[in-house]
Structures are given as C-alpha cells and as structure tokens.
C-alpha cells in the first residue's frame, strides 16, 4: 500500500503559475504509474495529467494541454505538476494517484486504472 500527500495548492490570480507536488511512501512507488485529477464543485473527477513510472511518456487532458507539465523524480518518491497560464476553470481540488499496475509504458487517464489517491489539495485561481 502506498501513501499520498499532496501539497502546494493555493490561491492565485488568473494567468499565475502554481507548482503541486505528491509525496509518496510506503512502497517503491517508482514502479508504478501517477496521475493527476481534479475535481470541481458539483462536477465529476476529470483527468488532468499521467505519467509512466519510468518518466517516458506523459498524458494530458484537452483542457491543460500546453499550459501543464508533469513530471517525477524517482529518487525522492515525488511527482510533480507545474500549472502556468492558470484560468478561473482551473479551479478545483487535485488528487495525486498511483496506478494499480507496475512498469506500464502508457499513461491511463481513467480514474478506474488508479489504486491509490491522496487526500487532494485546493486550487482556487480568481479571475
């Protein structure tokens, strides 16, 4: 079993930039796959980014395409998004996610192929 720890949500004005950072433990994590999600009031959990356990290959939603960036660093068991260009609809809580199969070489963007999730963290970006 792993654990999840999200940070670096906030509050920032549209068009600001934020770094979240997820924190795992409890296994070695660098086998698996991580993603991220947020979800909005009164809305579904909607994919934002994934990445292989090997850095390799990343995915993204449509909505964060050429504004975010994923990434890892397998030695410190943390996996990162960076949020540039940041709009009101970016607004919303981000979980962090382990995927439930190691070594897989494409990043899944659907909740069900995540195992583990943190306890999220809060982005509120004002328009």
């Known amino acids: 079993q792993v654990q999840l720890v999200e940070s670096g949500g906030g509050l920032v004005q549209a068009g600001g930039s934020l770094r979240l950072s997820c924190a795992a433990s409890?296994?070695?994590?660098?086998?698996?796959?991580m993603g991220w999600f947020r979800q909005a009031p009164g809305e579904e959990r909607e994919f934002v980014a994934a990445i292989t356990w090997s850095g390799d290959s990343t995915a993204y939603g449509d909505s964060v395409k050429g504004r975010f960036t994923i990434s890892r660093d397998n030695a410190k068991n943390t996996v990162y998004l960076q949020m540039n260009s940041l709009k009101p609809e970016d607004t919303g809580v981000y979980y962090c996610?382990?995927?439930?199969?190691?070594?897989?070489?494409?990043?899944?963007?659907?909740?069900?192929?995540?195992?583990?999730w943190g306890q999220g963290t809060q982005v509120t970006v004002s328009s």
């Open positions: 996610a382990a995927e439930k199969r190691r070594f897989r070489t494409v990043p899944p963007n659907h909740y069900s192929d995540y195992g583990n």
């Open positions: 409890g296994r070695a994590n660098s086998e698996y796959g």
